[in-house]
């Protein structure tokens, strides 16, 4: 005699039933964290015209600055996905975003 578990067959009817029920407000969380992510940046070439003039830099090596820059970025990325995976994901995107937001604000009102 078979069995039936009627929750399994529940589960496996349902195509969306491994779904997060925020599927949405998780999305609209990373699009955030992404956009945070690329201020700095932005900001680093807005900056690149003033850095330029007090050091009297040429268009070389304000490029080398905008890449020196993404270059440290993205190096971070390694080691800071390294403790994502120790920490969580969640506690790590909360910490940045938590430093992130001031930092920028701290430049804006430095400017």
């Known amino acids: ?49 003033s850095i330029g003039a007090y050091f009297n830099a040429s268009q070389t090596q304000l ?15 390694l080691w800071l996905g390294a403790l994502g995976d120790r920490y969580g994901r969640k506690m790590m995107a909360l910490i940045g975003v938590a430093l992130a937001i001031p930092a920028a604000f701290l430049v804006i009102a430095r400017w």
Not at 17 to 37: C, D, F, N, R
Not at 63 to 77: E, K, Q, R
């Open 63 to 77: 490029n080398l600055v905008a890449v020196a820059y993404s270059l440290g970025l993205a190096c971070s990325v």
């Open 1 to 49: 005699m078979a069995t039936t578990k009627p929750a399994a067959a529940a589960a496996a009817a349902a195509p969306d039933a491994g779904a997060p029920k925020q599927s949405g407000l998780v999305l609209g969380t990373l699009i955030i964290v992404a956009a945070v992510a690329n201020l700095p940046l932005a900001m680093a070439n807005v900056a690149l015209p």
